[in-house]
């Protein structure tokens, strides 16, 4: 039998309550990776989930009356409207530039064209392969109507025609509209509409190619 190790026995009776930290230490680790929790465990309330902490049943809180995302107030009726109380407006609601009517021009393209066509005659790519004809920008019936009517088509869509509230932004709407207006103005102006100082550029221009030798 071998003899009990002198230090060791001593150390035991000197020191008891190290012992006793040391076991109440190792205990509290093992209970904390017990308790461990995931991250895909996770406590929360999933969309449409009940609750039995609320008396209506349900997780998810309504919304108080007049709460407004950030971002999403429209105070401006006619901007995102294009109405002015229930008529349509005949103005574009900011400043029409060339930057502006550029930027039309390119949305207009994007997302106009396979039904409208680039002149807005309704002859589009898709209308020759068998869609069904938009009318025509250029009918005395659309040429007479406010901008705001083509505004609000784009954002609410007619007949046929989906809206594109979510394609396009309602600045670039105003912007497409816009553009509208200048791709009906060149089908039906004449040379009486053009400035007098652009007039005299254009005639000159025109006799000069008139002039030129046909190949």
């Given at each position: 039998?071998?003899?009990r190790?002198?230090?060791?026995?001593?150390?035991?009776?000197?020191?008891?309550?190290?012992?006793?930290?040391?076991?109440?230490?190792?205990?509290?680790?093992c209970?904390?990776?017990?308790?461990?929790?995931?991250?895909?465990?996770?406590p929360?309330y999933?969309?449409?989930?009940?609750?039995d902490?609320?008396?209506?049943?349900?997780?998810?809180?309504?919304?108080p009356?007049?709460?407004?995302?950030?971002?999403?107030?429209?105070?401006?009726?006619?901007?995102?409207?294009?109405?002015s109380?229930?008529?349509f407006?005949?103005?574009?609601p900011?400043?029409?530039?060339?930057?502006?009517?550029?930027r039309?021009?390119?949305?207009?393209?994007?997302?106009c064209?396979?039904?409208?066509?680039?002149?807005?005659?309704?002859?589009?790519?898709?209308?020759?392969?068998?869609?069904?004809?938009?009318?025509?920008y250029?009918?005395?019936?659309?040429?007479?109507?406010?901008?705001?009517?083509f505004?609000?088509?784009?954002?609410?869509?007619?007949?046929?025609m989906?809206?594109?509230?979510?394609?396009v932004?309602p600045?670039?709407?105003?912007?497409?509209?816009?553009?509208?207006r200048?791709?009906?103005?060149?089908?039906?102006?004449?040379?009486?509409?053009?400035?007098?100082?652009?007039?005299?550029?254009?005639?000159?221009?025109?006799?000069?190619?008139?002039?030129e030798?046909?190949?």
């Open positions: 039998m071998k003899p190790n002198s230090s060791t026995a001593s150390l035991r009776v000197r020191y008891p309550k190290l012992r006793i930290r040391i076991s109440i230490a190792l205990l509290l680790a209970a904390s990776l017990a308790c461990r929790r995931d991250m895909q465990d996770q929360k999933i969309p449409l989930r009940g609750s902490f609320f008396a209506d049943g349900r997780s998810a809180r309504p919304i009356e007049g709460t407004v995302a950030r971002g999403e107030l429209r105070a401006d009726k006619v901007f995102f409207t294009g109405k109380g229930d008529q407006v005949d103005q574009v900011f400043p029409v530039t060339r930057q502006v009517l550029e039309g021009e390119e949305r207009f393209n994007i997302y064209t396979p039904c409208h066509g680039r002149l807005g005659n309704g002859l589009g790519m898709i209308v020759r392969r068998g869609f069904k004809r938009p009318p025509s250029h009918t005395d019936r659309l040429r007479q109507k406010p901008i705001g009517y505004y609000d088509i784009m954002t609410n869509g007619f007949g046929a989906q809206d594109y509230s979510a394609q932004a600045r670039d709407r105003w912007a497409i509209a816009a553009y509208i200048v791709l009906q103005y060149s089908q039906m102006a004449s040379i009486n509409d053009v400035p007098p100082d652009v007039r005299q550029e254009l005639n000159s221009e025109l006799s000069t190619r008139s002039a030798p046909k190949r």
